[in-house]
Each structure stands twice: as structure tokens, then as C-alpha cells.
């Protein structure tokens, strides 16, 4: 059971390029989530996605699209990469709706990272 | 808007010591779910500990527990018989119960010394 794989773990672009990061999860999770890490920042919401169809903005989502493909993928796209977009992005998956259900419905499972870095 | 605040950016403690890591945070509803996350350095992101906000007993898990302040809108996170794997980056985090993410603390980076 592999749980959220994210894919690629470190890139290096160059600014302007075009970039996709790819995030899977098989724990038949409904919501997922995008998120960067930055030093002394914390870890703050790009997008998520409450269910399959869905998507909604976060809070830093400028210079990001993003596309639930199945209940399985969600994709974070940097259109034009920025130098500030240079940092650590994290996927996530939770198991049900927001609001829903008993407190396990409310745990997040992280991917691995991603290291980003724009030149 | 909800934010979480933890005030101590480095800690460190003795190996077999005892540290308390503060949190503090904000948010006027009343549903809502309270977490420690630990990164370590392999940057995986591993739940510590989680508190639902209606239940008043302290959460608590092997070696590590909660103090669970309500009114005082506090959050800290206790743990015992420190070990040297407990070395990381400590996020605590705040998921109000009608949205979806969580939004966390800036972290405290936790040293356990031999």
C-alpha cells in the first residue's frame, strides 16, 4: 500500500518553463490537497480538491492550476515558473468530505515532497 | 480567518528528558480538530498526536500527550523519554470542521541531544 506517491521527488527549471507535479493516492481518499513549504513558513494550502469534480483555491494558489483527473490523481501545473515558486510542494489526501464523519475523516496523509527549484 | 501561532521557532532537550512544545491558535468555531505533525529529516510529513475539540480528556499516544486548553485556545504537546529519532521539525495544525485543509504553525525544530 503505497499511499500518496508523488512524482517527480526534485526538479530544476529554469524560469518560464512549464511544469506539472503529479500526485496519486490509493487509499480510495476523497479530498486532496497541494501545498508548498517554504523556511520558516510553515506549510500553506496552493489548492484542494473536496472531491472528484471539485477544486478550490487555497491560500497562496497565484501561478498554479490544478486538475483532479479521477478520484485517484490530482495535478499541480506552474504555467510560467517564478523564481519565488522555488520551494518544497506537498500532496494530500483525506478520507471524506470536509465535515464529515468522525475525526479519522479529518487526518491528512502527506506524500513525500517535492523539491522544487527555479532558476 | 483561523491561524495557528507556535512560539518557540528551536527547542532542545536531553535524550531520556522530558519538552514541552507550545502552540497557540485562533478560530471561532466550535468544530474543529487540533494536530502535531513531526517532519523529520527525510521531509515526510508523520502524524504525532490529534484532539478533537468537543472531547475535553487529553489525547495521548505511547510517549507522547497533549494539553488541550480550550478556553485558552492553547495546544501544547508533551514528550517523554525523549529519544534521539524524535529529532525534527515540529508542525502543529488547526482543521476547522466545515473546511477541508489544515493550516498550520510556522514549526519548532526539536534537538534531542545524546
Known amino acids: 500500500n503505497a499511499g500518496v506517491t508523488q512524482t517527480p521527488k526534485f526538479q530544476v527549471l529554469k524560469t518560464g518553463q512549464s511544469m506539472t507535479l503529479q500526485c496519486a493516492q490509493d487509499?480510495?481518499?476523497?479530498?486532496m490537497y497541494w501545498y508548498r513549504q517554504d523556511p520558516g513558513m510553515g506549510l500553506r494550502l496552493i489548492y484542494y480538491s473536496a472531491s472528484e469534480g471539485t477544486t478550490d483555491k487555497g491560500e497562496v494558489p497565484n501561478g498554479y492550476n490544478v486538475s483532479r483527473l479521477n478520484k485517484r490523481e490530482f495535478s499541480l501545473r506552474l504555467e510560467s515558473a517564478a523564481p519565488s515558486q522555488t520551494s518544497v510542494y506537498f500532496c494530500?489526501?483525506?478520507?471524506?468530505?470536509?465535515?464529515?464523519?468522525?475525526?479519522?475523516?479529518?487526518?491528512?496523509?502527506f506524500g513525500a515532497g517535492s523539491r522544487l527549484t527555479v532558476l | 480567518a483561523q491561524t495557528v501561532t507556535q512560539s518557540q521557532p528551536e527547542m532542545s532537550v536531553q535524550e531520556a528528558e522530558t519538552v514541552t512544545l507550545s502552540c497557540t491558535y485562533d478560530?471561532?468555531?466550535?468544530?474543529?480538530?487540533l494536530f502535531w505533525y513531526k517532519q523529520p529529516p527525510s521531509r515526510q510529513m508523520i502524524l504525532v498526536i490529534r484532539?478533537?475539540?468537543?472531547?475535553?480528556q487529553n489525547a495521548t499516544e505511547n510517549r507522547f500527550s497533549v494539553n488541550f486548553q480550550k478556553a485558552a485556545k492553547s495546544f501544547s504537546l508533551k514528550i517523554s523519554d525523549s529519544q534521539l529519532g524524535d529529532t525534527a521539525m515540529y508542525f502543529c495544525a488547526l482543521r476547522v470542521g466545515s473546511q477541508g485543509n489544515l493550516i498550520f504553525g510556522k514549526g519548532t525544530k526539536l534537538s534531542v541531544k545524546p
Open positions: 478560530t471561532s468555531e466550535n468544530n474543529y480538530y
Open positions: 484532539q478533537e475539540a468537543y472531547k475535553q
Open positions: 487509499m480510495n481518499h476523497n479530498s
Open positions: 494530500a489526501s483525506s478520507p471524506r468530505i470536509p465535515g464529515q464523519g468522525s475525526s479519522g475523516a479529518n487526518v491528512l496523509t
